[in-house]
């Protein structure tokens, strides 16, 4: 029978491979998959994130949320294959072609579309011409991101129960976003607690600061599993 995975999908937002490594260290009691995105893979590349797999068993969160024309999109996920990445994000919003290229490049990774990034409010989404607002939009970008290939779903909490009745469910939703009680919010607009977002519908949590950025990131990792 296969592991059960943590719900909580860890952010290695760094530059420093040894910092990833630390905060891989100290928390893989409470986490199995760990978030790895551009600002690290761009530096390291293929190679950084390969070492850091060969010194730790974890599952692969790639969050490289790409967005091109399909071939290029395809050709880009198969770059990776090396890795095998138990999740790797693409734009919704690159359309039906872009996300079925992905989805037949890596067939045995969850292509995961992100449909409005939590840092964007409803007047953000106006100016870019994103009319019905957050809720709309993103149930729209994830119907038509399962429809065509993608097996999982990025969202806000605030959007996830509503997709969670719009998209079949074998659909694993993930939603960033998330806050403990009494943590600061960031430059996060749509946001809530891990254990609402939970309840609404949500199979994965993505957490960063309050956990990386605590004194002891094993114990805010532990305290937040236990709750969840």
Same mark, same amino acid.
């Given at each position: 029978? *296969?592991?059960?995975? *943590? ?10 491979? !040894?910092?990833?490594? @630390? ?6 009691? &409470?986490? /199995? ?13 293929? &190679?950084?994130? +390969? ?11 790639? /969050?490289? +949320? ?5 071939? $290029?999109? #395809? ?6 294959? !090396? ?21 037949? #490049?890596?067939?045995? $990774? ?8 939590? &840092?964007?409010? #409803?007047?953000?989404?106006? !100016?870019? =011409?994103? +009319?019905? =607002?957050?809720?709309? *939009? ?17 969202? &806000? ?24 009680? %009494? ?13 609402? #977002?939970?309840?609404? =519908? ?5 957490? %960063? @600061?309050?956990? $990386?950025?605590? *004194?002891?990131? =094993? !114990? ?5 599993? +236990?709750?969840?």
């Amino acid at each position: 029978m *296969s592991k059960t995975l *943590s719900p909580i999908i860890l952010a290695l937002d760094t530059k420093d491979k !040894e910092q990833a490594a @630390r905060w891989i260290e100290q928390t893989r009691e &409470s986490v /199995d998959i760990y978030k790895i995105g551009l600002e690290f893979f761009l530096l390291h590349g293929v &190679s950084g994130v +390969k070492d850091l797999q060969t010194r730790y068993s974890f599952e692969l969160f790639l /969050d490289l +949320k790409l967005h091109d024309i399909p071939n $290029t999109v #395809a050709g880009a996920a198969e770059s990776i294959k !090396e890795l095998n990445p138990y999740f790797l994000t693409v734009h919704a919003a690159g359309g039906a072609m872009m996300i079925a290229g992905a989805a037949k #490049a890596l067939p045995d $990774t969850r292509i995961t579309a992100v449909t409005v990034l939590t &840092s964007l409010s #409803a007047n953000d989404l106006v !100016e870019i =011409g994103m +009319k019905d =607002g957050p809720m709309k *939009s993103a149930v729209r970008l994830a119907q038509s991101s399962v429809n065509n290939g993608a097996r999982a779903i990025v969202s &806000s909490p605030l959007e996830v129960a509503d997709i969670r009745r719009s998209v079949p469910g074998e659909t694993l939703l993930i939603t960033p976003g998330v806050r403990p009680k %009494g943590s600061a919010v960031g430059d996060q607009q749509r946001v809530t607690t891990p254990e609402d #977002a939970i309840s609404a =519908g949500a199979n994965y949590v993505v957490i %960063g @600061r309050p956990i $990386t950025g605590a *004194s002891d990131p =094993g !114990e805010a990792a532990s305290a937040i599993r +236990k709750v969840l």
